[in-house]
């Protein structure tokens, strides 16, 4: 009981302090209201779209597995950010832009500010360590991007884990240094700020995807 309560003290405090450093997330925004943020759109099919945000300046919290959210100026840009919820029946869906934790938390971590273009791929929990998640949710995110733009620009993938060999595997593969690498869990930063911040975001049923891995080095990939 006791323990329970420090924790509940420690929490509301910590919470504060962040509050103080950061600031309160302030509202929403649609990705079309500011000009920082660039939209581009890849059209495979009649029903089948995807979308890619390129965020000037931006700012991007996530709690590792539910919530992600990309902020500008505290306030949530909708569209790339997201708050996944679970239905009674079980089903997944995501819920609507004022239910992100960080209208309720703030954003509680240590903000690391980096000095170049990050590539967010970020899908929620599935994609830390499923292999399946992995190859349907995360990989073709990057094959996306790159239907538009050079992989080259990229001077930093933020991955929501690559600790499973097949993880590994797929950065070697895709000649991804590890250096230019963050995770999304565990000892990785999970506030980021930056120059440039590109964030790629399709129809939300990954089998909707047309990509999968095959083939060696980043060119003859997906």
């Known amino acids: 009981m006791i323990k329970k309560i420090l924790q509940k003290i420690f929490k509301i405090t ?3 302090i962040f509050f103080k450093l950061h600031g309160k997330i302030e509202g929403s925004i ?3 209201s500011d000009d920082r ?3 581009t759109s890849i059209h495979f099919e009649e029903n089948l779209n995807y979308k890619t945000y390129q965020i ?3 700012r991007l919290y996530t709690d590792r597995i539910q919530d992600t959210a ?3 100026d505290n306030k949530i840009i909708e569209e790339p950010s997201f708050q996944l919820r679970n239905k009674k029946d079980g089903t997944i869906y995501n819920a609507k832009p004022n239910e992100n934790i960080v209208f309720r938390k ?15 791929l970020l899908t929620g929990g599935g994609g830390n360590n499923n292999y399946w998640h992995w190859l349907y949710d995360v990989l073709p995110r990057l094959a996306l991007y790159s239907k538009h733009s050079d992989l080259e620009k990229i001077d930093y993938f933020l991955f929501p884990s690559i600790l499973k060999e097949f993880q590994q595997e797929t950065l070697n593969c895709l000649n ?3 250096f230019s690498v963050f995770l999304g869990r565990k000892n990785a930063a999970k506030q980021m700020h930056n120059k440039h911040k590109q964030n790629p975001k399709g129809p939300s049923k990954s089998t909707n995807s047309k990509y999968t891995v095959c083939g060696n080095g980043r ?3 997906f």
């Open 14 to 16: 910590s919470y504060g």
């Open 30 to 32: 649609k990705a079309v």
């Open 37 to 39: 943020i660039k939209i």
């Open 56 to 58: 000037t300046k931006g």
């Open 70 to 72: 990309v902020i500008l």
């Open 106 to 120: 703030g954003t509680p971590r240590l903000l690391r500010k980096l000095n170049g273009n990050i590539l967010s």
């Open 176 to 178: 991804i240094p590890h």
């Open 219 to 221: 060119n003859n990939v």
